[in-house]
């Protein structure tokens, strides 16, 4: 059982928690994540490292509540424990090479979470961080505060334009390779579409960028096969050989088409479990 310490609602549906787990805040590294049960019938749910405290002993995550399994984990409180918590899983992200260099760090919705401990160790270790930040909507917008204090520029757009400036991630990016900015890496974290469109962008530039693929997963040791994809023409398996791979060589028309299989069931688990936890006098949605 892995003990819950401190839980913060970074908006209406996206939850931060830290996890009592110190073997694993003692290794992790940017890139990594962790697989968790909530109970003993629960599922595995694959979530990236959002950050460590080694004296704390304590892991943090970042999830929205989009499916039965995370409502259920957002509906604990600080205190409740959780069944199963494993990890590091995955390779660590390759950042130590660029000290000194320029890097942009793009992420999209709860991309920004995962996309946030890289673009720290960024910054820690010397390197010239921009990051680009893309919302649907301003009230969607997570660790602004925290991608502000690693970065030399911070960019915020939103799909609506209610916050920063109206429109998607690679029209920043496009403006800025333009302008003669030139980055020697790019990485890019969250949606698929998201994501290729930022490689198809800097692949006309010849820029490196690195695609972090939050693939369907289920064992997190290459056994299942669920997380495969196709990178290079050749089968690789997200959970073992990444999470991180090289965006240019991505078969994301695969990863796209292979992301929907089980979007019905998905729909249907969550509203089986917001009605479980709805309340017959008030109807509202109870966290218990």
Known sequence: ????????????ETI???IEAPLIARKARPGQFIIFRVDEEGERVPLTIAGTDTEQGTVRIIFQTVGKSTLRLGSKKVGDTITSFVGPLGKPSELDEYVGKRVAVIGGGLGMAIAYPQAAYLHKI????????GF?????????????AVSENLYIITD???SGRQGFVTNVLEEQLKK???YDLVLAIGPLVMMRAVANLTRSYGIKTIVSM???MVDGTGMCGSCRLTVGGKIKFSCVDGPDFDAHEVDFEESIRRSKAYLEQEKFDREQELERQRCRLTGEVRHD
């Open 1 to 12: 059982m892995n003990r819950i310490l401190a839980r913060k609602q970074l908006n209406s």
């Open 16 to 18: 931060m928690m830290d």
């Open 160 to 162: 609506d334009g209610s």
């Open 214 to 216: 939050n693939t369907i």
């Open 126 to 133: 010397g390197a010239l961080v921009d990051v680009i930040s």
């Open 180 to 182: 003669g900015e030139c």
């Open 136 to 148: 649907r909507t301003k009230d969607l917008i997570i660790l602004e505060d925290d991608m502000k």
